[in-house]
C-alpha cells in the first residue's frame, strides 16, 4: 500500500521535497479515498503523530525530524487509520433499519406496526419523519455519525410515530 501511494504521486512530492517548507501536498488518490493528503512538519511535536480531516482533505501531523523515509512509512498509515475510523462511525441504511427493529423490539414490544424502511436521508428542517401510511422513516442524514444515544433517541421517537401521529400526552409516556 505504501508504494502505491507514492509511486502515482512521486514526482510531486520529490517537487516539493526538494523545497524548504514544513508542508507536503500529496494529490487525491484512491488509496485515500480521493482526498488529498497533506502532511505538516510541526516543529511543537516531538513524538506524536496525529491524522485528522480537515475541509475534505487528510492532513497528517509528523514531527520536524522525523526522516523522510519514516514519514513514508506513517503516511499510509495514518490515512488507513482516519478511512477505517470514518467507516465504523458511518451507518448505513440497512444497520440503521436493524436498529431500529432492536430498539422496537426492546422498548416497544406491543407495538404491532413495524416500520417496512429505515432510511437516512439529506434534511435541512428536521431530524427525521415518519409516514404512518407507507410506514417508512428517514433520519437526516446530518445525525450519521453521531453519538448512538442520539440516533437510538431519535429512532424511538420515530417508532412511536408508527402507532401514534401526534405528540399528545399518551406519545410524551412512551417517549
Not at 523545497?19 to 512538519?41: C, D, L, M, Q, Y
Not at 427493529?101 to 417496512?116: D, G, M, T
Amino acid at each position: 500500500m505504501q508504494e502505491e501511494i507514492f509511486e502515482a504521486n512521486l514526482p510531486a512530492v520529490r517537487a516539493q521535497a526538494s523545497k524548504p517548507s514544513n508542508e507536503v501536498r500529496i494529490p487525491p488518490t484512491e488509496i485515500a479515498g480521493g482526498a488529498e493528503v497533506r502532511v505538516i512538519k510541526s516543529s511543537r511535536r516531538r513524538r506524536s503523530i496525529s491524522a485528522y480531516r480537515e475541509h475534505g482533505a487528510i492532513v497528517i501531523q509528523v514531527p520536524a525530524r522525523l526522516s523522510n523515509s519514516k514519514i513514508q512509512e506513517v503516511i499510509p498509515e495514518m490515512v488507513e487509520k482516519i478511512l477505517s475510523r470514518e467507516a465504523r462511525e458511518k451507518m448505513s441504511d440497512e444497520a440503521l433499519f436493524t436498529r431500529a427493529i432492536e430498539l422496537l423490539n426492546q422498548y416497544l414490544p406491543e407495538f404491532r406496526a413495524r416500520p417496512v424502511s429505515v432510511v437516512w436521508r439529506s434534511m435541512n428542517e428536521r431530524w427525521g419523519s415518519c409516514t404512518t401510511l407507507d410506514r417508512t422513516i428517514r433520519i437526516s442524514d446530518r445525525l450519521n455519525g453521531a453519538p448512538a444515544y442520539v440516533v437510538d433517541y431519535l429512532l424511538v421517537h420515530e417508532l412511536i410515530h408508527l402507532e401514534i401521529p401526534d405528540h399528545g400526552g399518551e406519545f410524551e409516556k412512551l417517549l
